[in-house]
């Protein structure tokens, strides 16, 4: 227990309470159940059906349901043709896939600084660090605000650059009026069960274009078809099929499908709740100097996957360190959202210098992710405000 949980007597919260949490209800599980029961555990139905949803939702033309996120990110590199020697630019202030995903299929991940106000990637900077190697953009949509979608799509139509959109926290997030999910070239999601809407793990990449929806199909099934158009020669039969690029094994499963599927149905609650909670934060975090919100672009109608506070550490007496333990003692599970990529020793050592994003890294000695789930209660944050507000007033100078 840390210093301040024995100062302060009894902790806030008597059980822990962490930073995100799935919803699941009782259609979910019979959706489940349904598939278990049916002929088919994977390659069937639900796929279809679930890639329907996606589509319906973000307005794509195309949808294409994977194993993960990550699996996911990898298939926009894969279909955007990048290679050894190319060069992707990212945020460094996001998960490692984002930049990794150029990593695994040759390329070198290209980091651009941050906007210090929406923690966003800043487009100038994406323009600073465009080369003659440079083919893709993977813009991040942290905490689930969408990026300068327009700056961005601009610059990539200026350099004839693939704009990557990892949307990996902004289901149902609008830009513009517009759902995120058909403006950019490739738009990925993530289904992991602390996002907004879950399948257990699992991932989708949306589009509008056909090629790149023919690549990424094969990509997922071991660049196997049956489709006939897409073979080199004519069939030899039913059974027959070609593999006619090299792809992986990253399908989901009908079970995973279903609940995505099932989840779905619910994105509009979902993301009404969270928005809620989202507001009445910044209410209560506003009048306290010590803390510092999230700015949002006016074009970005969000859905928050993330809340984070950032400290205006020079106002207090302990560092974020001290403030994040504090709050653990107190029963609340913040976490940080995120290490830098480059900041790890695989980044090291592939000859990445720190300093090169000084406002990333500025952020991240700064900022933690507080709870926020669709199923919190007015009380829980009350509570978690409670909280923060009992650990700023023990540090503040």
């Known amino acids: 227990m840390s ?3 024995l100062f302060g007597g009894k902790p806030v919260f008597d059980k822990k309470l962490g930073y995100g949490r799935q919803y699941i209800d009782d259609a979910d599980i019979e959706a489940v159940v349904d598939v278990l029961k049916s002929d088919f555990l994977t390659c069937g139905p639900k796929i279809d059906e679930a890639e329907a949803k996606l589509c319906k939702i ?5 949808a294409v349901l994977i194993a993960n996120g990550t699996a996911a990110l990898h298939a926009t590199c894969f279909a955007a043709g990048i290679g050894p020697g190319d ?6 202030l996001t998960f490692a896939a984002s930049a990794n995903c150029a990593l695994y299929c040759g390329g070198r991940p290209v980091f651009a600084d941050i906007n210090p106000e929406t923690y966003n990637i800043n487009p100038d900077s994406i323009e600073n660090c465009i080369t003659d190697k440079t083919k893709a953009v993977v813009a991040v949509d942290f905490t689930g605000q969408a990026v300068e979608i327009q700056r961005i799509r601009d610059i990539c139509d200026k350099y004839g650059l693939i704009f990557i959109e990892d949307a990996a926290h902004s289901l149902g997030t609008k830009y513009d009026g517009k759902p995120v ?7 990925e999601f993530s289904f992991h069960p602390v996002k907004t809407c879950t399948a257990g793990e699992g991932g ?3 589009t509008n274009d056909d090629e790149l929806y023919k690549k990424l199909l094969l990509f997922r099934t071991h660049g196997i078809t049956r489709i006939q158009d897409w073979m080199d020669k004519p069939s030899e039969g039913g059974w027959y099929y070609q593999q006619i690029d090299l792809g992986y094994n990253y399908r989901m499963t009908d079970m995973q499908a279903a609940l995505l599927s099932s989840q779905l149905n619910k994105l509009d609650m979902f993301a009404a709740r969270r928005k809620e909670l989202v507001k009445c934060y910044d209410e209560m ?14 074009q970005s109608d969000t859905v928050r996957h993330l809340y984070i506070i950032q400290l ?7 560092g974020r360190k001290e403030v994040f333990d504090a709050l653990q003692a107190e029963g609340v599970g913040v976490n940080v959202h995120y290490i830098p990529a480059y900041f790890f020793p695989h980044y090291q050592k592939l000859g990445y210098k720190m300093g090169s994003c000084p406002n990333a890294e500025k952020l991240y000695e700064r900022i933690i992710s507080i709870p926020l789930f669709y199923s919190m209660t007015n009380e829980d944050q009350n509570k978690v405000v409670e909280a923060v507000k009992k650990v700023i007033c023990y540090y503040r100078k």
Do not use: C, R, Y
């Open 204 to 206: 989708a990449i949306t």
């Open 87 to 92: 060069e992707v630019i990212t945020t460094p």
């Open 58 to 62: 973000t307005g794509a033309k195309h």
């Open 285 to 298: 975090f506003n009048p306290i100097p010590e803390i510092t919100v999230q700015k949002e672009i006016p």
């Open 181 to 187: 999910g058909s403006l950019a070239d490739m738009t």
């Open 312 to 318: 205006n550490t020079e106002m207090l007496k302990g």
């Open 3 to 5: 210093e301040l949980a």
